[in-house]
């Protein structure tokens, strides 16, 4: 494995530190592990948006009336 130099922000550390030694993991393991998340996480995102991006070129919408229920279930407190 090779290594790589981040700067990590003084809060960051002190919280990574603590962990590390609370649950007895070493710190490049967790930092590793968050990085993992982090990267997983950004990669589903993108997925998302390109595949709503493709439904949109081919002409795939809601109808104006989907929207507006949609909406109102979150904004009309009577609407539940």
């Not at 998340?37 to 997925?47: D, E, K, P, T």
Request: hydrophobic share 40%; no cysteine; charged share 30%.
């Amino acid at each position: 494995m090779s290594a790589t130099t981040l700067e990590i922000r003084p809060e960051l550390k002190m919280q990574l530190d603590h962990l590390a030694e609370e649950i007895h993991r070493s710190e490049s393991e967790l930092a590793n592990e968050a990085v993992t998340l982090y990267l997983a996480q950004q990669h589903r995102i993108i997925g998302r948006i390109q595949e709503g991006l493709a439904q949109a070129q081919r002409g795939e919408f809601v109808t104006d009336e989907e929207m507006e229920a949609f909406f109102a279930r979150y904004t009309d407190p009577q609407a539940n």
